[in-house]
């Protein structure tokens, strides 16, 4: 499996960006599919994730309410939708693939293939 992130940049307190992931693999239908983040001087933590048919997500309690996770089996991507981001929300974002078929979600599942990641900076 292969993942390739997308659409980071800088933007202001307050505004959007939407990440963007298109995995490859036979089975991709199949796999849960995360986000995680990783700010300078900090442990990496999962953002959110979603389950094979998209009717089960996760996210962490900080950006929940602000940050949608959806995915679009037909193209083979995953997106993170970040809308009024604030400075804590700098980091490098990473998207991720989990190869179970489940049906709850979290991040803490096995996560066994990740992309590279895609720098997210929010200035104040």
């Known amino acids: 499996v292969q993942l390739q992130a997308s659409g980071g940049g800088l933007v202001q307190a307050g505004g959007s960006l939407r990440l963007s992931c298109a995995a490859s693999?036979?089975?991709?239908?199949?796999?849960?599919l995360g986000w995680f983040r990783q700010a300078p001087g900090k442990e990496r933590e999962g953002v959110a994730a979603?389950?094979?048919?998209?009717?089960?997500?996760y996210y962490v309690d900080s950006v929940k309410g602000r940050f949608t996770i959806s995915r679009d089996n037909a193209k083979s991507m995953v997106y993170l939708q970040m809308n009024s981001l604030k400075p804590d929300d700098t980091a490098v974002y990473y998207c991720?693939?989990?190869?179970?078929?489940?049906?709850?979600?979290?991040?803490?599942?096995?996560?066994?293939?990740w992309g590279k990641g895609t720098l997210v900076t929010v200035s104040s």
């Open positions: 991720a693939a989990d190869m179970g078929r489940r049906t709850v979600v979290s991040d803490k599942l096995s996560w066994e293939y």
């Open positions: 693999g036979r089975t991709y239908n199949d796999y849960t």
């Open positions: 979603i389950n094979w048919d998209g009717d089960n997500t």
